[in-house]
């Protein structure tokens, strides 16, 4: 702190050094409380002066009497100096006023003012002074010297009255003095010897002045002088005007002395009809004194703003500065510029990106609070303790290209599945349901989720895992690659069904995943819309039941289950459909269709058939009372033997597809039936391997062998 006020001090001292801009260096530069600017100097009474103060000893040199206190300028030998102006070219001084008093017996004291302003280029203002006469029996009168001229003004009054601000010859009358007045006379004079006024107007007097340094409603009538010393009834100055030197500027500015002219640089000379000579005064945009002889000094208008106005970029230049406006906005900077501040647009600008900005965090944080409610609501905790991948919203997006249409599996009641490809490779299938009841997604959700997750069946397809950020719960299943049987059965047209063998394994694989899926919890999961579209083939065609998941949430002995009727036509248990109330019977019901759709290759629920076959169910029916099984069966039969297991299963079939649910055997009893003809078949496949002709023997009762691959 200590050293920047040293370095300030150091940086500003030169100047003070200096000293004033208005001097010569070395010079004085006041007297008391007057500055007196060069080409003024000052000859102070107790010490010798210096010559180069002034530009002329003789006329400019003025006495600074220090024995007043404070020290007193004079003007000539009586007129104390309060003012001297460079630029105005003018000195004020005090110049008493001339008087005469009355008593009743006439005239008892007077003075008559008489002033010279000497041999110097000084002249009375005739711009600025008046004579000023305040009496009311009283003429003035004021003379020059070589009484070239000669004026005055009477005032006149009968009582005592006051002066109210007029000058107009009652009670005080005003006159304007010629122009080049170097001396004046003033005497007073009262017409009728005052006999009649002296009591309330004792002294008559007058005086020059300017009248802007007096109030003429304060003049009296009523002042006398203080004593013979101080005669003044006023304060007020007297202006007066002063040139260089009594020449032109041309005589000056031609002058063969290198010194014959004074105005030093960047001033302009500007010659003066009063004073009959000439003086100097810096041009615009410049300051100092002109009279020194450095001159004027350029103006660094750009420090000085509340002078010079500058809306923008101020820059200062010698003798003037320029002003350019912001950046955006026009016109003339000096005056103001119009349009948009650059910096009020970027504060504009960054407003709304810093508002962009806070409103895409509470988004990220909003998003990110969401994810974390909907899995905390959809048993996120529960679910972590569980062996299951748990799934980001952000993985599965990235998996399923933003379940594009072209990633779409399968759709239904339930919501869509697509198809996805996980970061390692892995294929899986998504299954995105559509909204389901809040309510019910809380503790049940959690409870059978829980079930699900305990589901390990060759047979059923597993679920690898969940996504609980989203809205409702994403369920993530290993994919199958070969599609669903219905595909195999109604468009591949029978080649892995062309033969038997094959469709009694899916049969048996089928009952085997729904047994399990029967037995596995208490009470038991129904699958609920068991179909040829929910059996899916792996890559070694294995069946997979598959679409569990939304089933089993329709829990047995749920009383509102009625007036929410799920499946699919066709398959449904006409018992559930009557009372509601789906049962594990329901699940033997629709694999009696199954069976019958795998034995015939017709569709359940097709609206495209007609007469005899329009329902397939009733058709199958009555085909087996007809004993007409080999007429509807749709694929290759190899032998008797197969023929004859074909008339246990189509047997079966019809006491699955009862109308009664408890008439229908249970699944496990349909698992075994099933299990005990598959290795009665693997036995006799092995057995009639070489009989190739028993095969072709049923080959006309076959529908279409197309694509067979015997
Ligand atoms: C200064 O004043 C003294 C008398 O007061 C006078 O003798 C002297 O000449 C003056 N000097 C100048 C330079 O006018
Ligand atoms: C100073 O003034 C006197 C009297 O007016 C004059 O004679 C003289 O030439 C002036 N000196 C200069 C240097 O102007
Ligand atoms: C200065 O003023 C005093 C007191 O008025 C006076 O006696 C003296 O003569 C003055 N000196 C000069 C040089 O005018
Ligand atoms: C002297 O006169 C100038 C110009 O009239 C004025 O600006 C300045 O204030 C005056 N100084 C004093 C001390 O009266
Ligand atoms: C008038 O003035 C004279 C002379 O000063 C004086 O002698 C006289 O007493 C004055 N008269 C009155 C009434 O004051
Ligand atoms: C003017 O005053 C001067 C000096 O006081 C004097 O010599 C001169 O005679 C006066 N002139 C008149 C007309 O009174
Ligand atoms: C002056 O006044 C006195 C009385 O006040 C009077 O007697 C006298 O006549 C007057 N003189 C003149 C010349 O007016
Ligand atoms: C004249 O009037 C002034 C102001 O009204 C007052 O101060 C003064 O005493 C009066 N003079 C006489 C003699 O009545
Ligand atoms: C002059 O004096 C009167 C009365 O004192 C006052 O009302 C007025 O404002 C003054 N005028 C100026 C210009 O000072």
Redesign the pocket.
């Known amino acids: 702190m200590l050293s920047f006020w040293l370095v300030f001090l150091s940086l500003t001292s030169p100047t003070t050094a200096k000293g004033s801009p208005y001097v010569v260096s070395g010079c004085a530069d006041t007297c008391g409380n007057v500055h007196v600017p060069y080409p003024f100097g000052i000859n102070i009474t107790s010490e010798i002066s210096d010559p180069r103060c002034a530009l002329n000893n003789s006329e400019f040199m003025f006495t600074c009497n220090s024995s007043y206190n404070p020290p007193q300028l004079f003007f000539g030998e009586n007129m104390p100096i309060?003012?001297i102006?460079v630029e105005?070219g003018?000195i004020s001084v005090r110049i008493d006023a001339a008087y005469n008093c009355y008593n009743n017996t006439g005239l008892i004291n007077n003075f008559r003012q008489s002033i010279g302003l000497g041999s110097g280029p000084f002249r009375f203002s005739d711009s600025r002074n008046k004579l000023t006469v305040v009496g009311c029996d009283t003429l003035a009168l004021m003379e020059d010297e070589a009484q070239s001229f000669g004026s005055g003004c009477v005032s006149l009054c009968g009582t005592n009255m006051t002066l109210q601000g007029s000058c107009s010859g009652f009670g005080c009358c005003q006159t304007p003095i010629p122009q080049s007045l170097k001396t004046l006379n003033i005497s007073l004079a009262s017409p009728r010897n005052h006999s009649r006024v002296w009591q309330f107007n004792p002294c008559e007097y007058a005086f020059l002045a300017d009248e802007r340094t007096y109030n003429v409603s304060e003049l009296q009538l009523s002042y006398k002088p203080f004593s013979p010393e101080t005669k003044r009834f006023v304060t007020s100055d007297v202006v007066i005007e002063w040139v260089v030197r009594e020449e032109t500027c041309d005589a000056a500015q031609s002058s063969s002395n290198p010194n014959g002219f004074a105005c030093g640089d960047n001033s302009n000379c500007l010659y003066s009809v009063n004073g009959q000579g000439y003086r100097c005064v810096c041009k615009d945009g410049f300051t100092g004194n002109p009279y020194l002889p450095q001159g004027c000094q350029d103006i660094d208008e750009c420090k000085e703003p509340d002078k010079y106005k500058c809306d923008g970029t101020c820059k200062n230049t010698f003798g003037g500065y320029t002003c350019r406006c912001p950046l955006g906005m026009r016109g003339d900077g000096k005056v103001g510029c119009q349009g948009f501040r650059i910096t009020t647009i970027a504060a504009f600008i960054g407003a709304i990106f810093s508002i962009m900005v806070i409103a895409f965090l509470i988004i990220i944080i909003y998003k990110r609070r969401r994810k974390e409610k909907n899995f905390l609501e959809n048993g996120g905790m529960l679910l972590k303790h569980q062996r299951v991948r748990i799934f980001s919203e952000a993985e599965l997006v990235k998996a399923t290209k933003n379940f594009d249409a072209s990633r779409l599996l399968g759709e239904g009641g339930f919501g869509y599945v697509y198809h996805g490809v996980l970061a390692d490779d892995t294929q899986i299938a998504v299954k995105k349901s559509k909204d389901l009841d809040k309510t019910r997604l809380n503790q049940e959700f959690q409870h059978e989720i829980g079930i699900v997750l305990q589901v390990n069946h060759k047979n059923v397809v597993k679920i690898i895992g969940l996504c609980l950020e989203t809205k409702v719960p994403l369920l993530v299943y290993e994919f199958i690659s070969n599609g669903t049987l219905f595909h195999h059965i109604h468009h591949k047209k029978y080649q892995i069904l062309a033969h038997w063998k094959n469709r009694l394994r899916i049969a048996a694989e089928t009952a085997l995943a729904l047994d399990y899926l029967h037995s596995l919890a208490d009470p038991p999961i129904i699958h609920g819309d068991v179909k040829s579209s929910n059996i899916l083939l792996d890559d070694s065609y294995t069946a997979k039941v598959s679409d569990f998941g939304d089933s089993m949430l329709i829990s047995p002995g749920q009383s509102d289950m009625a007036t929410k009727i799920q499946g699919t036509f066709g398959y449904l248990d006409p018992e559930y459909l009557m009372t509601g109330n789906l049962t594990e019977k329901s699940d033997v019901y629709s694999f009696g269709v199954v069976l019958v759709e795998l034995l015939t290759g017709e569709k359940p629920n097709s609206s495209e058939r007609f007469g005899d076959k329009r329902n397939i169910i009733q058709y199958f029916l009555s085909s087996l009372e007809n004993h007409d099984l080999h007429q509807i069966i749709c694929f290759n039969v190899a032998s008797e033997s197969e023929m004859e297991e074909i008339g246990v299963c189509a047997d079966l079939a019809k006491q699955c597809l009862r109308i009664s649910g408890m008439d229908r055997p249970t699944m496990k009893e349909v698992a075994e039936e099933l299990g005990r003809l598959r290795k009665l078949n693997q036995s006799s496949w092995k057995h009639s391997q070489n009989s190739q002709e028993t095969k072709y023997l049923m080959a006309e009762s076959s529908y279409s062998i197309e694509n067979g691959t015997s």
Do not use: A, G, Q
Request: aromatic fraction near 0%; proline fraction near 0%; hydrophobic fraction near 0%.
């Open positions: 309060h003012n102006s105005e003018t």
